[in-house]
């Protein structure tokens, strides 16, 4: 039997003595015995703690004991933690939440308010302060949304509503918001030094989005298109594509497309299989949503790395600023100056598409060469999806490290040792010098191909029923215990708007390019590396067909016509 402090009947705060050190009761959740002495005062752990006890659960070879000891914990408090990860990790990652407080009460209408302050986040983004008046006239329209009639935004309300998710409200100030933020000229010249003496050039990085016409070359009989910039559905052929690369070239992150398909017939089952991340949104936009995930997911691995980085930003609404974060140091442009001082958009983007439209080009010469009775629409219809995201993944790959670092230098990224380098900038001042030209097309033809879809849109503001469900989105109530895909698993119904859709070969047509292909080899002598590996897809091939085979064979001993 459990000896009894002695003190009164009930302990401190409510608790009854004769608890194991660390449990706690469930009147009071939020409090946690000190495990190194129990002497110790009680004390609440806030949400922020409890997020960085399970990032440093998730550390390699850390365990919950280690944790508990260094926290002056029992292990039962790391171990009751650990189970709520889901939910804390929601909570916290969304931002959703004053991370300081100790409890984690909602209001009467929680939908509202975390929609309100998905809202918020974005017009803070653009540069807006907004006043008191203002936010609670939001909030009287995603209630009436919802048809919450009853909803009143009163004065009470907004207050216990700010500190809930630990907003503070600007008072409407006329002109004096642009007078207060820095110009671009003085970023650069005060704060811009200050980053890149914190951090080395491998971990610092930029991120930017770009709009892209799949299928989009000019001078090849297929006519510039032109896509509704408001309203409507978006081209079929139309994805964003994110671009993230340091700042030395070293590290170009895997791309992320977003496409209108959420689960394109070309595509594999399993879409980790593709050399890029991919994701849908109704018009083939960014959203704050995807943008969390990809940053969150990112900040996870770094975190197992034990790595910290700087990732600089453009200032807009799907780049929110609230997103908390352990291994990342978000650092946003100055307003209005991305054209100027992003490095992405200083070459990077085009380069990449050149390459992209130069292997495009070079795919129909070589169609039209072996069938001239052909045009380039017709070609154009045997490419697929899963087509042109391999070759937007390798022209990502034929960007080069040095293309990358002289784009951070053009665009006022220069450490004080490396500031009389401007020769190399002034070579890079043409980014498509290092794209190969495909037959029968000019160097202006492909500056037009490149150009054709710069002024498409990325991202656009959220209607009442995208914040609502994006808000409601980022807070799940339960979540898996693996490591996150961009696509949904549950969404296993294949996409009707899908472009252009190509029939996958038969197993057939299969055998017979791979028998072509080893007879050409081995006439032109291209040695054993090719051979060998034709021999793999064969081999791969084969244990297709028999595994497809045991599977019919199954079928009919189940049922035998």
């Not at 936010?135 to 309300?157: I, P, Y």
Request: proline letters at 5%; aromatic letters at 6%.
């Amino acid at each position: 039997m459990s000896a009894v402090p002695p003190n009164s009947a009930l302990g401190i705060g409510g608790y009854r003595p004769h608890l194991c050190c660390g449990d706690v009761a469930p009147a009071a959740p939020g409090i946690a015995w000190c495990g190194a002495n129990p002497d110790k005062m009680p004390r609440s752990l806030s949400l922020m703690e409890k997020v960085q006890i399970i990032r440093e659960c998730q550390r390699p070879g850390a365990t919950q004991s280690q944790v508990a000891a260094k926290w002056e914990l029992h292990r039962s408090v790391v171990c009751r933690i650990w189970q709520q990860k889901e939910k804390l990790l929601a909570d916290y990652e969304a931002g959703q939440s004053n991370g300081c407080r100790k409890r984690g009460r909602e209001g009467k209408a929680p939908a509202v308010d975390r929609a309100l302050f998905t809202w918020l986040k974005e017009k803070r983004a653009q540069g807006a302060m907004l006043a008191g008046p203002a936010v609670k006239e939001k909030a009287r329209q995603l209630a009436a949304s919802l048809g919450l009639n009853d909803f009143k935004a009163s004065d009470g309300w907004f207050t216990r509503w700010k500190k809930r998710f630990n907003v503070a409200c600007e008072k409407e100030q006329g002109g004096k918001q642009s007078a207060d933020k820095p110009t671009a000229e003085q970023w650069q010249c005060e704060k811009l030094p200050r980053l890149l003496e914190k951090f080395s050039l491998a971990d610092i990085y930029n991120a930017d989005e770009t709009g892209l016409y799949l299928k989009g070359l000019c001078g090849r009989g297929l006519g510039e298109k032109k896509e509704k910039q408001e309203g409507g559905n978006a081209s079929k052929d139309r994805v964003t594509v994110l671009v993230c690369a340091n700042m030395d070239g070293s590290d170009k992150r895997p791309l992320v497309m977003i496409g209108t398909s959420k689960r394109p017939r070309c595509f594999p089952v399993d879409f980790r299989k593709l050399p890029l991340n991919y994701v849908s949104s109704a018009n083939a936009w960014m959203t704050g949503e995807i943008f969390i995930k990809w940053l969150k997911k990112w900040d996870r691995q770094l975190c197992w790395q034990s790595r910290q980085i700087c990732l600089f930003l453009a200032n807009c609404s799907v780049h929110p600023q609230g997103v908390v974060l352990t291994n990342i140091q978000l650092e946003f442009l100055p307003p209005n100056a991305t054209s100027s001082m992003q490095p992405m958009a200083q070459g990077v983007i085009e380069n990449m598409k050149g390459h992209y439209r130069s292997k495009i080009a070079s795919r129909i010469n070589v169609a039209l060469d072996v069938d001239p009775s052909a045009d380039v629409q017709t070609v154009l219809k045997t490419v697929n999806l899963l087509d042109c995201v391999h070759l937007v993944a390798e022209a990502w790959q034929d960007v080069k490290p040095t293309t990358i670092s002289n784009c951070f230098r053009k665009g006022k990224f220069v450490v004080a040792e490396e500031g009389g380098r401007d020769e190399d900038i002034a070579e890079f001042d043409d980014p498509l010098n290092d794209v190969p030209l495909p037959g029968n097309m000019e160097k202006e033809d492909l500056v037009t191909a490149v150009a054709v879809d710069e002024d498409l849109l990325t991202f656009g503001e959220l209607t009442h029923e995208e914040l609502l469900r994006t808000a409601a989105a980022a807070r799940p109530e339960k979540r898996a215990c693996v490591d996150e895909t961009y696509h949904n698993a549950e969404d296993t119904q294949e996409s009707e708007d899908d472009f252009d859709e190509v029939p996958s070969p038969t197993n057939s047509e299969l055998l017979k390019a791979l028998n072509t292909l080893r007879h050409f080899s081995q006439l032109e002598g291209l040695g054993d590396r090719v051979y060998r590996s034709l021999w793999d897809i064969e081999s791969h091939l084969q244990n297709k067909i028999v595994t497809e085979k045991k599977q019919s064979k199954l079928t009919e001993f189940f049922h035998p016509k």
